[in-house]
């Protein structure tokens, strides 16, 4: 294999001899855009503006023909009576962000096939398990706007304000992710500027957010979402089925085998430091082909702790939660928990490990930045590829951005305005302050994204430190609905302390393991499985200990007082809200939640692992869970919001097309006068008399002179 030239057949484009060497590309892009700056350009300023002025037209459309009334309460709650479909599809749009499509596919290219399925593993049983605290909040909460107004509401203002840092922290962070990833990759594929992409990227959102807040980024992440999975379906049955250079699970096989053979030279100029060449360190027989990964099993640790702090401790997941109707709450948690595990699975397991089975010459540098999707998708699709991965990518960021306005926007309008500045705010002054923070947070995004570039912070760095900097509040927020007997001492100790010590944690070690604390250090798993396990584990046994020492015996009374601004028309019945009925939709969801929990994380590798690596009849078997979940997942969530939302459907396209509807509405009006002057004959002599006034004024008054231009 030494003296071949190239090594693969499959991948003869991407070497070359020179002087009698066999020399691999240094990299797979080569600082050079595949797609000139225009089409960046027009994908975000042109899908930007259509998504502001189609997403505004549908709010106006539902406020026009359904008769929404567009209060505060509205515009940061959607009225609470959000339907399943429409929740799970917010849930799926709201985690995919930046890093589901990019960093997914990053770990199936550095792990195999361990990588995609410890990235949606990690990352879905948050949401599962999130669908109890969702049925507690109608429960003990039902009228709240935010997560810190119930933290205020049992544990008063101390454990509010460091709350509250820690949902701004997470919007951040969540908000930094989505732009650092987004921006990168229209810079890579397009050339536009990196700086300009981190500012125009989030502009279109802010105009839809602004004009239709919750409902309309409800509306906007569903029509996001049927992109996304579109685009997804695409590319599974690219790699899977359809594709001349892969197009079968055997290939993609055999060709998985040869790129890990030991027998591969991968010395330079035949391969280049941080390129994928050879044996996996790590894995079983070096293979990609198995489940048996210390690095992918070190990933999927970290990544489950990282992203509870993301789902729990980030205010969006809640603003959900309060938006749904009470019997929908649960399921549409669940139901958009194991839609979304597909996105990260069947994409990784298609775009990540087809940038193995092509032997494409990507870098570590460029897989941190989240340039294996568009490389895969490019070598098989050419700009075809480029253009369908920069669509898929800019619905993920924009959908997830708007929901961290939301975020954002309610925390600061609830929180920080109403109270602390101004208690008593009506609700003209809360809607005006939502919109205020909206620009506000939406302008800082942008800034936000540009100091990180340059600080050459990367999606994939940031993706897995985020455990370390807010898992401390996880367990005090979930303890807060949870346990009566968590107090607030306890909380604030266990949030703050774990904290420091998670941090402490992480850069000891990079310190120790490496000599020196930097980017690269801090980056590497050690450290940040650390990091991550020290500050989510050491805040819940403070906030444990303290809690049995002075037990609070809570009775959730005061969390029961917070009051809307508004008082709103509900179309929900009473039975909705019967204590009986939610407690039995919280045992459907621990059951189902927790079942399975233990099913993806615990019972799927071990059934994998008796594999070791994998036949070709069993990798076969992974293809087709792969195929199946992807677009059995995506069929659920583009029909299933339609069918149940398909009255109001139908209620506006009879009002745009036809006046049947308001004939019937004029009819029912005029029945109503009938029925008023029968019981009450003193109303039509009234009437007549306005009339005939009329009548004579009319006659009285000269025809209307023409005046010439």
Known sequence: MASTCPPFAFSAKYYSAVGGSCVRKSSFFEGKAVLNQGVGYSVILGFGAFFAVFTSFLVWLEKRYVGSRHTSEWFT??????????????????WTWAATILQSSNVAWEYGVSGPFWYAGG????????????????????????????????????????????????????????????????????????????????????????????????????????????????????????????????????????????????????????????????????????MLSSGGFVFGIINIAGNFGTVFVDNGYWVSAIAARPSSTHKGYLLGGLVWFAVPF??????????????????????SHGLVPPATAIALMGKGGSILLLTMLFMAVTSAGSSELIAVSSLCTYDIYRTYINPDATGKQILRVSRGVIFGFGCFMGLLAAILNKAGVSLGWMYLATGVFIGSAVLPIAFMLLWRKANAIGAILGATIGCILGIITWLSVASVEYGRVDLYTTGRNAPMLAGNLVSIISSG???????????????????????????????????????????????????????????????????????????????????????????????????????????????????????????????????????????????????????????????????GLIVPA
Not at 357 to 363: E, F, H, N, S
């Open 541 to 703: 046994t403070i906030h444990a200990v303290c809690s049995f020492l002075w037990p609070q015996n809570y009775d959730w009374d005061t969390t029961k007082q917070i009051t809307m601004v508004e008082k709103e028309k509900s179309d929900l019945s009473v039975e909705e809200f019967k204590e009986e009925k939610l407690i039995k939709a919280k045992a459907w969801i621990v059951k189902w939640g927790i079942g399975l929990t233990i099913v993806i994380v615990i019972l799927w590798p071990l059934l994998s692992l008796a594999a070791g690596r994998f036949s070709k009849g069993y990798f076969t078997f992974w293809a087709i869970i792969t195929i199946a979940w992807g677009t059995i997942g995506s069929a659920v969530i583009i029909i299933l919001p339609i069918t149940e939302s398909w009255k109001t459907i139908q209620s506006v396209l009879i009002g745009m097309f036809t006046n049947d509807h308001l004939m019937e509405k004029i009819e029912e009006l005029n029945s109503k006068l009938h029925t008023i002057i029968l019981a009450i004959p003193e109303a039509e002599r009234v009437y007549l008399m306005e009339k005939e006034k009329a009548k004579k004024k009319d006659e009285s008054e000269p025809d």
């Open 123 to 290: 990352a879905t049983i948050q949401v599962l398990l999130f669908g109890v605290m969702a049925i507690e909040i109608k429960r003990k909460a039902p009228y709240a706007h935010t997560v810190c107004e119930i933290v205020k509401a049992r544990w008063g203002t101390a454990a509010h304000l460091v709350f509250l840092t820690f949902c701004f922290l997470t919007n951040i962070i969540v908000t930094a992710m989505l732009l650092l990833g987004g921006s990168a990759v229209v810079n890579a594929l397009t050339g536009v500027n990196i700086y300009a992409a981190s500012f125009l990227i989030p502009l279109g959102v802010i105009v839809y957010t602004l004009a239709g807040g919750l409902k309309a980024t409800f509306l906007a992440s569903y029509i996001h979402s049927v992109i996304v999975h579109v685009v997804l379906v695409i590319f599974v049955y690219l790699v899977y089925a359809a594709s001349s250079e892969l197009g079968s699970p055997t290939i993609i096989y055999d060709r998985l085998l040869e790129v890990a053979s030991k027998s591969r030279v991968c010395q330079e100029p035949l391969s280049h430091d941080g390129q994928s060449c050879g044996p996996v360190s790590g894995n079983y027989k070096g293979s990609y082909l198995t």
């Open 77 to 94: 709650t959607a009225g609470r009576s959000v339907k399943t479909g429409l929740i799970a599809s917010v849930i799926v749009s709201q």
């Open 346 to 367: 069947s994409l990784a397991t298609s775009l990540g490990l087809g940038a193995l089975a092509l032997d494409l010459p990507i870098t570590a540098s460029e897989a």
